[in-house]
């Protein structure tokens, strides 16, 4: 990828906050991506909301009915919370606010922003994915806990397979097509349908392999899948 384009980052809350903060991660990332910054790249790092969303979720359904809504409002606190946590690391590199409205470009000379959840009826993939849209980059990289898609569950089918690369119909077979709060999915339906309509590129890589992540930043041979 060139320097001039700006990077768009999905940072899973999974890798995030699994179970709990990952902070010898979190050292290694901010040390990766304040050393692409002074090699001229640009990054906008949308957080998902990871244990913490999940959790609160359960609990919401647990004590009584709660709508899908109310439960994305949920799980859009917790990825706003992952975004003040990623936010804060960088400090005086990163632009001051975590940005809430996906929509709208702010005006910075500042190499790292950091967004979060905006609206209902989907998950922060969409957020990237319209931060995208917002800040003239072509694509996304998914930062998840999976090396790449697979034709099936590869926790539950043995025989799933990877898919290094596929088209955004292909995906919405795997997936489906409608959101569902807390869905375990590589790439949420409702951001899919807007990638594809954008004309957007989505690498879903295992987000924990930092190396293997700035082979795709820079351009190098990376493990994960292609989908556009």
Known sequence: MSTSQTIVLSLGGSIIVPDKIQVAYLKKFRSMILALTKRGYRFVIVTGGGGN???????????????????????????????????????RHAYHEVIDNPTKRVATSKRILVGAGWQPGSSSDKDAVLLAKAYRAKTVINMSNINHV????????KS?????????????????????????????????????????????????????????????????????
């Open 53 to 91: 969303c999940r959790q609160y979720q359960q609990a919401a359904k647990q004590i009584g009915p709660i709508s899908h809504q109310d439960l994305d409002w949920v799980g859009i606190a917790s990825t706003k919370l992952n975004a003040e946590l990623v936010r804060s690391i960088f400090g």
């Open 150 to 157: 697979y034709t099936d569950d590869p926790k539950k089918v």
């Open 160 to 228: 799933a397979k990877p898919i290094k690369q596929m088209t955004w119909e292909g995906l919405l077979v795997l997936t489906g097509t409608k959101w569902k709060p807390g869905a375990h999915v590589p790439f949420d339906p409702a951001a899919s349908k807007l990638a594809s309509q954008f004309g957007l590129k989505v690498i879903v890589c295992l987000g924990t392999d930092l190396r293997n992540l700035k082979a795709i930043i820079t351009g190098q041979k990376y493990r994960g899948t292609l989908i556009s």
